[in-house]
């Protein structure tokens, strides 16, 4: 499990690094990646997608974080975090790293009847990181928006309580 880091920047963050780490700890708890292909990581790495636009300031504080606490990584390859290990950040990945999920492992989802949307994931994480309503299909930020307190533990709490449920289900996939 990654080590809980408290960023210095803003709530918005802390927010995202809250969401992250439930996917974190799903995707782990899946044991999918290690299962098939032998590594344990989030996601899947065919892209550097450290390097995606940064129009909104959540995105800026996460990816200064992310440098603060990394590095810059390795230039040589795809993504400058992935290792033959897998992905080296424990925490402080981009909202497409830590929600996307390749073609199959979503089969491997679906036979187990969970409906994982990794648009739909990516575009909560860039709207709680954001502080904005975001289309998701365009990723174009459509008004700014104050999640409240009480707002964003009921959004962690249903994410939570469904990540939950897909792990009871996937534990049957290995």
């Known amino acids: ?29 899946t044991g999918y990646c290690k299962e098939n292909y032998g ?26 974080e992310r440098l603060r606490i990394y590095g810059a990584g390795d230039s040589t390859g795809g993504c400058p975090y992935s290792s033959d290990k897998g992905c080296v950040l424990g925490t402080h990945k981009t909202p497409k790293c830590i929600a996307y999920v390749c073609p199959q492992f979503t089969r491997a989802l679906n036979e187990q009847d969970i409906d994982y949307d990794w648009f739909e994931i990516h575009t909560l994480l860039i709207s709680v990181l954001n502080e904005g309503k975001f289309d998701w299909w365009s990723g174009s930020k459509v008004e700014s928006y104050r999640i409240s307190d009480d707002e964003f533990s009921g959004i962690k709490r249903d994410l939570k309580e469904s990540l939950e449920m897909w792990a009871q289900k996937a534990a049957k996939m290995v």
């Open 39 to 64: 590594r344990t990581c989030n996601g899947c790495c065919n892209e550097n997608v450290v390097e995606y636009p940064k129009k909104y300031r959540g995105c800026r504080d996460l990816d200064a």
């Open 1 to 29: 499990m990654p080590e809980r880091i408290t960023p210095i920047s803003s709530k918005p963050l802390s927010r995202y690094l809250e969401m992250e780490l439930l996917l974190h700890d799903f995707f782990e708890n």
